[in-house]
């Protein structure tokens, strides 16, 4: 595996951290690397209850990256009303959404031909997390 690979799990690793902290529901990765001109290697993309709780996931993944990996994101948007927050870290790339416009524009279903996994939350599945 390569240097970029290894920082990019890390980086997933970090991002997935700071989402479960903040309770983000059903988190899905999804690997960009076997598409032609993917502007990417992943997408993380998982949702929140409330504007409040989307702007918590999008602090929790900020604070978490910044202090474990040291990165800053390149760019961010969607700040204003957080119905859909983007942060481009470059090679991965989240998307945290209010529950209904994630249903509403369906990436998942828009990018179906990539391999996609449903991230689980193994701190709440050992008990650790409540």
Known sequence: MGNNSREALSLIDNIV?????????????????????????FFLISHGSSRTQVEALVDSVLINVKKETGEKPHHKE?????????????????????EEFRDFYNLEGLWADAQSEVVEDKQKKNGRRE
Do not use: A, P, T
């Open 17 to 41: 951290k700071g989402i479960f902290e903040k309770k983000g529901e059903r988190l899905v990765k999804i690997d960009m690397r076997s598409l032609e001109n993917s502007v990417c290697d």
């Open 78 to 98: 969607g700040l204003e009303n957080s119905q859909w927050v983007l942060i481009d870290y470059g090679n991965v790339v989240v998307h945290l959404f209010q």
